[in-house]
């Protein structure tokens, strides 16, 4: 079914104001006609990438690496690596230029320069200065144009709280500047006044997050209070200096504390007669029409307007991405058509509310804004009440065709440094280029009925999603909780409250289906305040491990019998009833082993996604291969190997332990699962889901027990097929030595799956987006105070960015929260007890003798706290380069080149988690043939893995075994066997397809 948006009074006088816009914006134009090879190269490149999908995504990741490029030669060779591709069809001229063998030739000097001088053209075209001299004669050009200004600051991302501090003292210095220069500026009525009224003559834009570091809905009171005394200070001084602010709107996570942090502010005493502040919606969020509504009953109950600029939105394809990534539903529109009609019914709203409501709105698109033309002029809006917006260096001809007929328009003008404003100007290339984009389709000359027809919905099209869906797997995880979302935080909440009420409980072992009591017990404490006991678990002794055993060996020829379809039920059952604990599973792993909230939503994400997987799998391997040939069958299937034992870790102890224990299950093995004593409650929470779901009585056992007697004793037993292990090296090394030693009694092989750790690194070359690769490494270091096997404890970095990387490290890291797990604030809790943190500090105290401390933060002391430690100028075969840690220590090891970068990389024990953040496309490549690692990421943390999308695992002495997550897994689990019969009898068989 096809919906259209209602063609209503408006339409008539809508086309009509259209017909007019376009005409006066078409005048004296060619693009993509004859005079094409008479254009600039900026033009030229533009022009190209409109026409040749492959080079347009090549050529703007050139263009987004160019800022980390610091010589011709460099950015020669970076040409030729990204333009040379196989997959990118270049035109004559472009081809002509990278016809160079040496980035160092002339020829390869001169490419340098043409492409370089044109990005930087191109930059210019969109951003209005590199300082605020600049920016202030170009406001003054466009002031003699009368069209007004909003100045928006660019430049790095705010990763640090000094960048925060950095960003406002720059925005009120920009105002002062802006200000002191206004002075000398003659009134012009088109846009200094309006009804009588002078309008500020300076405005700036300005972006909610940047002025928190660690701005995140989790922490939504923490980053409301840390925001707002910015906010005040910003707000304060525009009024001294009569300046007008306007807020941004910026990604999706953001918008709800983005709005509710604003509406609380703007209700203030000092703030609430203020009407030269501004609030941005954008059109191609699915929600934006819901908060026009609420933001229109808010400034009737406020009683003072404001200007709300609406926008169609800049970061589609962020958003997009990221909600598939996440298994989220879909933010914005799928469909361009539907955020245009969205946004000429929001158009709409605001305008018929003008009473309430100052409206801006920022489009390029002839039709939207002539749209907005006749409504406001059927309503007899006020012009103090109603502007027009368009980007610097885009729409030019339809803002002077709007100023024409007598309208305020307003210019949003970006200022800043070049370089780090490639982001922006991506962003701006992106949407000229776009096939939906209204400037591309004037510029091709599309039909006028066409350009100016109403937006035509095709209704539920997720066309876009389905086919993102269909690139990715088929397998689809679990989503992660949204804590943007006010009811997942108030969810979370309560189940904190919930489970601290039962704290102090006990928590027997299930032997044979039973729960017993033990002759001893230990209790498990909360590591971010181990006065808290958490639980009283009951350790198994040696004569109940041997109990355990016996009632898995008469459990399983009935388990091993029992239909695949029906072991893969009781997983998936189980998964159900973890999806439905969520929030309190999340909260057991938080208070139990110390991991920041939304950590231990994650690995309940993981958990689950091991259950469906699995089930899925062994359902697969069920089916089993045929190898028929005339006269015989030939049949390849898989049987259990008999009783696995389960030692998990207490770092994920929910995901690792479910993990192992259920694709033992679900291949039809009976299984003991014996869990680190530091995480043992958590085990229990996770056996009474498994009995929930059906597991039959002795098929699964919960067996706490202390390592070296139950642990020993089980490995040892003749009696275990299978041992699944993660944990240190030491102890895995000893049982794959014990597995190994034939018992008096045992008549098989014992099989062992041992994940042992890693010395994880991420390289970082010269050509890497620092903004990226700092927040990368301090998430993939210090995530769960870096006790995860795939964190990073190495980061190695090329010489000429080494500085300028440490120095942002550390004011990144300094920036960090450390604090209780269960805080919302917090990224860095606790580590897991007292001889973890004493280990720690004695690795800190070795790092001190062998390299140079470069960051050590205080810690509190009520818990098992170590801070964040950095060392820099670590030499590579360090003890704390080469020893595994885990915690929050991190060796900064400085290298020439990219050569040395990977054979440091290489240089350890290990081979289990490794990162790269580079923009080079020849060090992504050799990385990938190289770089030795079970799981190589790539622009990206290094934890995090997920099931199905990233397998994980190692070797060297990272482990032994199949990925986890993956195809083969549970292969470890399963003896396979053929069996071949002869179907011929007395010289005759049935031969398929013969009468």
Same mark, same amino acid.
Request: aromatic letters at 8%.
């Given at each position: 079914?096809?919906?259209?948006?209602?063609?209503?009074?408006?339409?008539?006088?809508?086309?009509?104001?259209?017909?007019?816009?376009?005409?006066?914006?078409?005048?004296?134009?060619?693009?993509?006609?004859?005079?094409?090879?008479?254009?600039?190269?900026?033009?030229?490149?533009?022009?190209?990438?409109?026409?040749?999908?492959?080079?347009r995504v090549q050529l703007f990741r050139f263009i987004d690496t160019l800022p980390a490029l610091h010589s011709k030669s460099e950015v020669a060779a970076h040409l030729q690596e990204y333009l040379g591709d196989e997959s990118v069809e270049l035109p004559a001229a472009l081809k002509g230029i990278l016809n160079f063998a040496n980035p160092d030739s002339m020829p390869g000097q001169v490419a340098a320069t043409t492409v370089g001088t044109a990005v930087e053209t191109l930059a210019h075209k969109y951003i209005s200065g590199e300082n605020i001299k600049q920016v202030i004669k170009t406001v003054e050009r466009l002031r003699k144009e009368k069209m007004a200004f909003t100045i928006d600051l660019l430049g790095e991302a705010v990763i640090t709280e000094a960048e925060a501090q950095s960003y406002l003292e720059r925005y009120l210095e920009l105002m002062q500047q802006l200000v002191e220069a206004s002075k000398s500026w003659t009134t012009i009525p088109a846009i200094d006044e309006a009804d009588g009224e002078a309008l500020p003559k300076v405005q700036?834009?300005?972006?909610?997050?940047?002025?928190?570091?660690?701005?995140?809905?989790?922490?939504?009171?923490?980053?409301?209070?840390?925001?707002?005394?910015?906010?005040?200070?910003?707000?304060?001084?525009?009024?001294?200096?009569?300046?007008?602010?306007?807020?941004?709107?910026?990604?999706y996570a953001y918008k709800d504390l983005t709005l509710n942090i604003l509406k609380k502010l703007l209700l203030e005493e000092e703030f609430r007669q203020r009407t030269d502040i501004g609030i941005t919606i954008q059109a191609y969020l699915r929600d934006s029409e819901e908060d026009a509504k609420d933001l229109i009953a808010w400034l009737k109950q406020r009683g003072y307007p404001l200007t709300i600029r609406l926008v169609k939105g800049a970061y589609w394809d962020q958003e997009t991405i990221k909600a598939v990534q996440k298994h989220w539903s879909q933010p914005v529109y799928n469909d361009k058509a539907a955020s245009d009609a969205n946004f000429e019914v929001i158009t709409q709203l605001l305008?018929?509310?003008?009473?309430?409501?100052?409206?801006?709105?920022?489009?390029?698109?002839?039709?939207?804004?002539?749209?907005?033309?006749?409504?406001?002029?059927?309503?007899?809006?006020?012009?103090?009440?109603?502007?027009?917006?368009?980007?610097?260096?885009?729409?030019?001809?339809?803002?002077?065709?709007?100023?024409?007929?007598?309208?305020?328009?307003?210019?949003?003008?970006? #200022?800043?440094?070049?370089?780090?404003?490639?982001?922006?100007?991506?962003?701006?290339?992106?949407?000229?280029?776009?096939?939906?984009?209204?400037?591309?389709?004037?510029?091709?000359?599309?039909?006028?009925?066409?350009?100016?027809?109403?937006?035509?919905?095709?209704?539920?099209?997720?066309?876009?999603?389905?086919?993102?869906?269909?690139?990715?797997?088929?397998?689809?995880?679990?989503?992660?909780?949204?804590?943007?979302?006010?009811?997942?935080?108030?969810?979370?909440?309560?189940?904190?409250?919930?489970?601290?009420?039962?704290?102090?409980?006990?928590?027997?072992?299930?032997?044979?289906?039973?729960?017993?009591?033990?002759?001893?017990?230990?209790?498990?404490?909360?590591?971010?305040?181990?006065?808290?006991?958490?639980?009283?678990?009951?350790?198994?002794?040696?004569?109940?491990?041997?109990?355990?055993?016996?009632?898995?060996?008469?459990?399983?020829?009935?388990?091993?019998?029992?239909?695949?379809?029906?072991?893969?039920?009781?997983?998936?059952?189980?998964?159900?009833?973890?999806?439905?604990?969520?929030?309190?599973?999340?909260?057991?792993?938080?208070?139990?082993?110390?991991?920041?909230?939304?950590?231990?939503?994650?690995?309940?994400?993981?958990?689950?996604?091991?259950?469906?997987?699995?089930?899925?799998?062994?359902?697969?391997?069920?089916?089993?291969?045929?190898?028929?040939?005339?006269?015989?069958?030939?049949?390849?299937?898989?049987?259990?190997?008999?009783?696995?034992?389960?030692?998990?870790?207490?770092?994920?102890?929910?995901?690792?332990?479910?993990?192992?224990?259920?694709?033992?299950?679900?291949?039809?093995?009976?299984?003991?699962?014996?869990?680190?004593?530091?995480?043992?409650?958590?085990?229990?929470?996770?056996?009474?889901?498994?009995?929930?779901?059906?597991?039959?009585?002795?098929?699964?056992?919960?067996?706490?027990?202390?390592?070296?007697?139950?642990?020993?004793?089980?490995?040892?037993?003749?009696?275990?097929?299978?041992?699944?292990?993660?944990?240190?090296?030491?102890?895995?090394?000893?049982?794959?030595?014990?597995?190994?030693?034939?018992?008096?009694?045992?008549?098989?092989?014992?099989?062992?799956?041992?994940?042992?750790?890693?010395?994880?690194?991420?390289?970082?070359?010269?050509?890497?987006?620092?903004?990226?690769?700092?927040?990368?490494?301090?998430?993939?270091?210090?995530?769960?105070?870096?006790?995860?096997?795939?964190?990073?404890?190495?980061?190695?970095?090329?010489?000429?960015?080494?500085?300028?990387?440490?120095?942002?490290?550390?004011?990144?890291?300094?920036?960090?929260?450390?604090?209780?797990?269960?805080?919302?604030?917090?990224?860095?809790?606790?580590?897991?007890?007292?001889?973890?943190?004493?280990?720690?500090?004695?690795?800190?105290?070795?790092?001190?003798?062998?390299?140079?401390?470069?960051?050590?933060?205080?810690?509190?002391?009520?818990?098992?706290?170590?801070?964040?430690?950095?060392?820099?100028?670590?030499?590579?075969?360090?003890?704390?380069?080469?020893?595994?840690?885990?915690?929050?220590?991190?060796?900064?090891?400085?290298?020439?080149?990219?050569?040395?970068?990977?054979?440091?990389?290489?240089?350890?024990?290990?081979?289990?988690?490794?990162?790269?953040?580079?923009?080079?496309?020849?060090?992504?490549?050799?990385?990938?043939?190289?770089?030795?690692?079970?799981?190589? #990421?790539?622009?990206?943390?290094?934890?995090?893995?997920?099931?199905?999308?990233?397998?994980?695992?190692?070797?060297?002495?990272?482990?032994?075994?199949?990925?986890?997550?993956?195809?083969?897994?549970?292969?470890?689990?399963?003896?396979?066997?053929?069996?071949?019969?002869?179907?011929?009898?007395?010289?005759?068989?049935?031969?398929?397809?013969?009468?």
């Amino acid at each position: 079914m096809v919906l259209q948006v209602k063609t209503s009074t408006y339409e008539a006088k809508t086309q009509e104001i259209a017909k007019q816009l376009l005409a006066a914006t078409q005048e004296n134009r060619s693009f993509l006609g004859s005079l094409r090879d008479q254009m600039r190269w900026d033009d030229k490149l533009l022009a190209w990438a409109m026409s040749n999908p492959g080079l347009r995504v090549q050529l703007f990741r050139f263009i987004d690496t160019l800022p980390a490029l610091h010589s011709k030669s460099e950015v020669a060779a970076h040409l030729q690596e990204y333009l040379g591709d196989e997959s990118v069809e270049l035109p004559a001229a472009l081809k002509g230029i990278l016809n160079f063998a040496n980035p160092d030739s002339m020829p390869g000097q001169v490419a340098a320069t043409t492409v370089g001088t044109a990005v930087e053209t191109l930059a210019h075209k969109y951003i209005s200065g590199e300082n605020i001299k600049q920016v202030i004669k170009t406001v003054e050009r466009l002031r003699k144009e009368k069209m007004a200004f909003t100045i928006d600051l660019l430049g790095e991302a705010v990763i640090t709280e000094a960048e925060a501090q950095s960003y406002l003292e720059r925005y009120l210095e920009l105002m002062q500047q802006l200000v002191e220069a206004s002075k000398s500026w003659t009134t012009i009525p088109a846009i200094d006044e309006a009804d009588g009224e002078a309008l500020p003559k300076v405005q700036v834009s300005v972006k909610l997050t940047a002025f928190y570091s660690q701005f995140d809905p989790l922490d939504a009171k923490g980053s409301e209070e840390r925001v707002s005394d910015r906010i005040r200070t910003l707000l304060r001084r525009a009024k001294e200096s009569g300046a007008a602010v306007h807020f941004d709107m910026e990604q999706y996570a953001y918008k709800d504390l983005t709005l509710n942090i604003l509406k609380k502010l703007l209700l203030e005493e000092e703030f609430r007669q203020r009407t030269d502040i501004g609030i941005t919606i954008q059109a191609y969020l699915r929600d934006s029409e819901e908060d026009a509504k609420d933001l229109i009953a808010w400034l009737k109950q406020r009683g003072y307007p404001l200007t709300i600029r609406l926008v169609k939105g800049a970061y589609w394809d962020q958003e997009t991405i990221k909600a598939v990534q996440k298994h989220w539903s879909q933010p914005v529109y799928n469909d361009k058509a539907a955020s245009d009609a969205n946004f000429e019914v929001i158009t709409q709203l605001l305008l018929e509310n003008h009473q309430y409501v100052y409206s801006a709105i920022g489009s390029h698109n002839v039709r939207s804004q002539a749209r907005a033309i006749a409504i406001a002029e059927s309503v007899n809006v006020p012009r103090r009440r109603f502007e027009m917006q368009v980007l610097y260096g885009m729409g030019d001809k339809l803002a002077k065709a709007l100023v024409d007929r007598g309208y305020r328009v307003r210019v949003y003008c970006p #200022y800043g440094e070049l370089l780090p404003g490639m982001a922006y100007l991506i962003r701006r290339l992106l949407e000229n280029t776009a096939n939906s984009s209204f400037l591309r389709q004037n510029l091709e000359n599309r039909p006028l009925e066409e350009l100016l027809a109403p937006p035509v919905v095709q209704e539920a099209n997720n066309s876009c999603t389905d086919a993102i869906n269909r690139v990715s797997n088929h397998f689809s995880g679990a989503a992660d909780t949204d804590y943007a979302e006010e009811e997942e935080r108030k969810m979370a909440a309560e189940a904190f409250q919930s489970v601290r009420q039962q704290f102090g409980r006990s928590y027997l072992p299930l032997i044979n289906g039973e729960y017993v009591n033990t002759p001893e017990s230990v209790d498990s404490v909360n590591p971010s305040n181990f006065s808290e006991v958490i639980g009283k678990v009951g350790l198994i002794s040696v004569e109940q491990a041997e109990q355990a055993m016996q009632a898995a060996k008469a459990a399983f020829p009935g388990w091993r019998k029992t239909p695949a379809k029906q072991r893969a039920l009781v997983l998936r059952k189980a998964a159900d009833l973890m999806e439905q604990r969520r929030a309190e599973l999340s909260a057991w792993i938080v208070l139990e082993v110390g991991k920041p909230v939304k950590e231990a939503d994650a690995e309940v994400s993981e958990a689950i996604d091991f259950c469906r997987y699995y089930a899925d799998e062994m359902e697969r391997l069920e089916q089993g291969v045929n190898y028929d040939v005339a006269g015989e069958t030939n049949r390849y299937i898989y049987q259990p190997r008999g009783i696995a034992v389960v030692i998990s870790p207490w770092n994920f102890p929910l995901a690792i332990a479910c993990g192992m224990a259920v694709a033992a299950l679900v291949s039809g093995n009976c299984t003991l699962l014996k869990p680190a004593e530091t995480s043992s409650v958590i085990a229990a929470k996770f056996t009474e889901i498994l009995v929930a779901a059906g597991i039959p009585k002795g098929v699964f056992q919960y067996v706490p027990g202390k390592g070296s007697q139950v642990g020993a004793y089980l490995v040892n037993h003749p009696d275990t097929h299978v041992i699944a292990f993660t944990g240190s090296q030491e102890v895995g090394c000893r049982i794959f030595a014990e597995a190994a030693t034939l018992k008096p009694g045992q008549r098989h092989m014992k099989r062992v799956i041992a994940e042992m750790g890693g010395k994880n690194a991420i390289v970082v070359d010269e050509s890497a987006d620092l903004d990226q690769a700092v927040v990368g490494v301090v998430q993939s270091a210090f995530g769960y105070s870096g006790q995860k096997c795939s964190a990073a404890s190495r980061v190695i970095v090329q010489e000429p960015i080494y500085d300028a990387f440490v120095r942002r490290l550390v004011e990144a890291t300094k920036s960090l929260n450390i604090g209780e797990a269960e805080l919302p604030s917090t990224q860095v809790g606790p580590v897991i007890d007292a001889n973890a943190r004493d280990r720690i500090r004695e690795y800190i105290e070795k790092g001190k003798a062998e390299a140079q401390l470069a960051l050590e933060l205080p810690a509190p002391e009520q818990g098992y706290f170590i801070g964040p430690v950095i060392f820099s100028e670590v030499p590579p075969n360090g003890v704390i380069a080469q020893q595994e840690i885990f915690g929050p220590v991190l060796a900064v090891v400085r290298v020439k080149d990219f050569p040395e970068a990977l054979a440091v990389a290489n240089g350890t024990n290990y081979a289990l988690t490794g990162g790269l953040y580079s923009r080079t496309p020849s060090h992504i490549q050799q990385a990938q043939e190289e770089f030795e690692v079970g799981n190589l #990421y790539i622009n990206r943390t290094i934890t995090g893995a997920i099931v199905a999308r990233q397998p994980f695992g190692g070797f060297k002495l990272s482990g032994v075994g199949s990925k986890a997550g993956g195809p083969d897994y549970l292969l470890q689990f399963l003896e396979p066997r053929t069996v071949t019969e002869n179907i011929q009898r007395q010289g005759f068989a049935p031969i398929e397809g013969a009468d």
